[in-house]
């Protein structure tokens, strides 16, 4: 009998962590920000918009006052402390890096995240190049492996290739 109680929380778990959100009635789906040491810095929220890809909000502290680069990338593996192990961004047509480029964007490129003199950071923004479930011809970010959330330690210029100038990534969300 005892085995049956983390089973079902288990279950419970796994149900749950998809769910629809009670604003929009659509699925969302609520992820740690990690740090490059392995610390919870904040969350992420990825919400279904239909049509319109996915929105993101994602609040977070202990990030270093300015402009950041926050992209998608393919595996939902971070992987202190580099967070290589997530892959490059999501470009399954091999786009140009950057939402300034005229070959681009590819579907992970978002607008800088901005954090504030205290290190804090605030960001909303609808990605309309991917879905968080598949549903047509753009990537999903549920795919079999999952896909990743990062925050880079410069300002992507959203032009230069291969992101930008963005350079290390500092923290990390497993989206699966």
């Not at 100038?165 to 500092?170: D, Y």
């Amino acid at each position: 009998m005892r085995l049956l109680l983390p089973l079902s929380y288990i279950a419970f778990v796994t149900l749950t962590a998809c769910q629809p959100s009670p604003e929009t009635g659509s699925e969302s789906l609520t992820i740690d920000l990690i740090s490059s040491a392995g610390e919870d810095i904040g969350d992420v929220t990825i919400t279904d918009a239909g049509d319109a890809g996915v929105t993101l909000a994602v609040t977070a502290r202990k990030i270093a006052e300015g402009p950041h680069g926050i992209h998608f990338h393919v595996k939902a593996d971070c992987q202190t402390p580099d967070f290589k192990s997530a892959g490059g961004h999501i470009n399954p047509e091999g786009h140009k890096h950057g939402l300034d480029h005229p070959e681009g964007p590819d579907n992970a490129d978002m607008p800088n995240a901005v954090a504030d003199a205290q290190d804090n950071l605030s960001y909303a923004y609808t990605n309309e190049r991917v879905t968080l479930v598949k549903r047509d011809n753009r990537p999903a970010l549920l795919d079999a492996d999952g896909s990743s959330l990062m925050i880079h330690i410069n300002a992507d210029d959203q032009i230069t290739q291969p992101i930008g100038g963005a350079g290390a990534r500092i923290a990390c969300a497993e989206i699966k």
